[in-house]
Structure formats: C-alpha cells, structure tokens
C-alpha cells in the first residue's frame, strides 16, 4: 500500500495516470486497476496508465472518478492493487435525473441512445456504492448507480465490465419509481387446462387480491378454487397473476393503462366497447377491472385449441399505438409485454410459426418497449428464454405458483430494461 496525493485533472475517459516508479512501488503494470482510499474510508476504482510528466507522490484521476468516491483534489489517499471479481456477465444500474426531466422520459433516451451510456460505462471498473455523475448527457444530469452484478460483487472487490469488447449486458432501471403501461398476453389453448401448478405459500396474495379489486361472485368462485397445497390449472394460475397485477396497477394510481391479449389458434384482444385500453385510475376503472377479470375467467374455462405465439407478439406489439400518450412527458410511458404460455408454438398464418423474428422485427419499431415470457409445465423454455432475451426483458420458468404469483408482483412494480453493450470498434 502506497499513499499518494490526488489531483484533479478533469475528464481523461475514466482514468488516472501514475509516474512509472509509483507505479513499481504500488506493485503493478500500466492498465491494471487500484484501489484508492481516502482518511474517511471513502474508496473508489480507476485504470492506471503511466506519464513520467505525473510528480511523483502523486495520482492523477479522472474528475468523475473523483466524485464517485467523494475525493477531493489535494487528498492524501492509500492506493492498493485492486481485487478483481470473478468474469461478470452482467449488472444493473439504476437511473436517477437531476435536472428535472422525468424518469420516463431518461429512460426511453437511453434504450434509443445507448452507445452515449456504454461511452461513460467504458475503462470503469464497477463496485458496491459505486454513483456515476453524468453531468454532460445530453438530456441533462443524470446519476448512474451501479445497483448489482452476476454473479454478485462481494463487498471491497470491483468488476470489469468491458474489457476485451466482449458483450455484457447492462440491466437499466429507474432508481425512482416511475410509470409504465403493460400488455398481458395468456395462452388460453388447451394444454393450458392441465392441473399441475400447486397451490402454496399465496393466501397473502390472495387477501390483497380481494382488497384491490371489486369484489364478485364471479371473482369469488375463482378465488375459491386456490386451496393451499391443492393443485390448479395453469391456465387458472396465469390468470391469477393477471389479476394481481392489475391490482397492483390500480393501487399505484399512477394513470397506467393495460391491455389484454389471449392467444390459442387465434390471436383475441379484449375490448370494453369501443376502448382498446383499460386505465388503471378514472372513471372508467371500476366498469374496466371487472370486465377484465370477468373477461379472463371465462377465456379460462374455454381454453382450447393451437398455440399461435407469433401472433400473439406481434399483436402485443401493434397494440402499443394505442395507449395514450403521457402528459407529463408528451409521449407514451414506456411498455412491458408479458407473455405466459405452456406451448410449444405450432401455428404461423403468414407470420411463421416461430416468434423470434417477429420479435427481433418488432424490437427495431419499438424501441420503448421490453418483453418477458413466463413459460409453465412443458414450454419450450430455451426459446422462451431466447424471446425474452431479444426482447429487452428477461423470462421466468415457473413450476408452482408462488414463484409465479412473487414474479408478477416485481414486474407489476418495477421496470426494467436490457440493453447490451456495443463492442468497440478496432
């Protein structure tokens, strides 16, 4: 361990550099990366490069480094070669603007615009506490968190992100809480009526089921049929965790809208006359919810017929255009599609019967958009899993309901988005 003296020499790409016999004293090479600490255990990270034109005693750091850690220009600080964690292969970063811009809003930039992050992200080495000042985005300040990794960073250790080009991804976040309308797509087909999702570990969810929504004895009848350690449907299961997100939805009362999408041989999308959208908040949210529901629970006794998967993306994504935009930002909040099936696709109507390149076609349109697939019994769980990835969102294969209900309640309440970092160019 060496103590040095801090300069602040600006924006130099993350970086600090050392005079080659500090270099020798710390016991490293050019391009390794070390730990500094200041008196107050403040501690950060940075890549060293040499210059005989640095005085020696002296570190010579990147600004935003320096703001990262909470060190100061003319500090004393102790400098350490740096534990590196094991190979990541990916992290998660919260977002929060600062100059009054809507988290929305941030986040939609940076799906469409995310070179301008993976720049900043670049010759960073990422750790626990670890906040990135971006003080120059385009669209104004903006703190980046970094949040967590896999496999996980231990506590004193950093990671690299990036640095032989290779491909990481990058999970984006709000660091706040933020809006976003989602379109829920159920496979109502018939192997979907095999009863093999056991029932346990949910009466917390089913109460807060019962207080969120407009009580029925349709909804009551459905409800009834989830008795702790019993085994239901998956078509029932799925459609529980519907109706607990849009409980969810509701109880957030954040002007969100959804919509409905059920899929077997054909592709259906729920209508409440001449609306397309269900708002989770206004008048029409009492007649809408218990339409929906009423809506869902019959699709539940009628499951029948092929699995038109390609379609049924491909109508979710079609179906964004009509949301309402969001006042605040003047756009459309951003939207989570989830799609929950046990089948192997096996109809394509001119779409072809596999989903990915409707997908990948769709993702280039809507930029905004992130999707997820809930796979159940003998789903093909390694396409399902390969749709989630080119979605942007991520996939779950859920053999029990309480895994299923617990991961519907995060995406109710979080979004979530993942983009992949662009290889440098040669």
């Excluded at 496999?151 to 984006?172: A, F, L, M, S, Y």
Aim: aromatic share 6%; hydrophobic share 40%.
């Amino acid at each position: 361990m060496v103590k040095l003296n801090v300069v602040n020499v600006g924006n130099i790409e993350g970086r600090c550099y050392l005079h080659p016999a500090d270099i020798s004293s710390i016991g490293v090479e050019e391009f390794d990366f070390v730990k500094i600490k200041n008196e107050f255990l403040d501690w950060g990270a940075v890549q060293i490069l040499a210059s005989d034109e640095v005085a020696r005693n002296s570190i010579a750091v990147d600004d935003s480094v320096l703001n990262s850690a909470n060190i100061s220009d003319g500090d004393q600080v102790e400098v350490e070669p740096a534990k590196i964690a094991a190979g990541i292969k990916s992290i998660k970063l919260g977002i929060e603007p600062l100059a009054g811009q809507e988290v929305e809003e941030a986040i939609l930039w940076i799906a469409t615009e995310f070179e301008e992050l993976s720049n900043v992200l670049r010759n960073r080495p990422v750790f626990s506490g670890l906040q990135i000042a971006w003080e120059d985005c385009p669209i104004g300040s903006i703190t980046v968190r970094f949040m967590g990794s896999e496999p996980p960073i231990q506590e004193g250790e950093i990671g690299i992100v990036d640095p032989t080009g290779r491909e990481v991804e990058i999970n984006i976040i709000p660091f706040t809480e933020m809006s976003f309308n989602a379109v829920l797509v159920l496979d109502v087909s018939g192997s979907m009526q095999k009863k093999d999702m056991k029932v346990q570990n949910i009466s917390g969810a089913l109460e807060g089921l019962k207080k969120g929504l407009e009580e029925s004895k349709e909804l009551n009848t459905f409800i009834d049929k989830f008795v702790d350690g019993k085994k239901v449907s998956r078509v029932d299961a799925a459609a529980m965790a519907i109706m607990l997100f849009m409980s969810l939805k509701i109880a957030k009362g954040w002007g969100e809208q959804v919509q409905l999408i059920t899929f077997s041989g054909d592709v259906e999308k729920y209508t409440l006359g001449d609306a397309q959208v269900i708002s989770c908040v206004g008048e029409t949210k009492k007649a809408g919810i218990e339409s929906i529901i009423g809506h869902v629970v019959r699709k539940t006794e009628e499951s029948s017929g092929l699995t038109f998967l390609s379609g049924a993306v491909d109508e979710a994504y079609n179906s964004i255009e009509f949301f309402d935009d969001n006042p605040t930002i003047n756009k459309r909040n951003p939207t989570m599609i989830i799609v929950l099936t046990d089948g192997n696709p096996n109809k394509g109507n001119g779409l072809g019967v596999n989903p990915i390149p409707v997908v990948r076609k769709q993702v280039e349109v809507h930029p905004e958009a992130v999707l997820y697939t809930i796979g159940l019994g003998e789903a093909d769980r390694l396409m399902l899993r390969r749709v989630g990835e080119i979605g942007r969102g991520g996939s779950l294969m859920a053999d029990d309901l309480e895994t299923l209900i617990d991961f519907y309640d995060s995406l109710a309440q979080n979004f979530q988005m993942v983009v992949k970092m662009k290889k440098q160019a040669e």
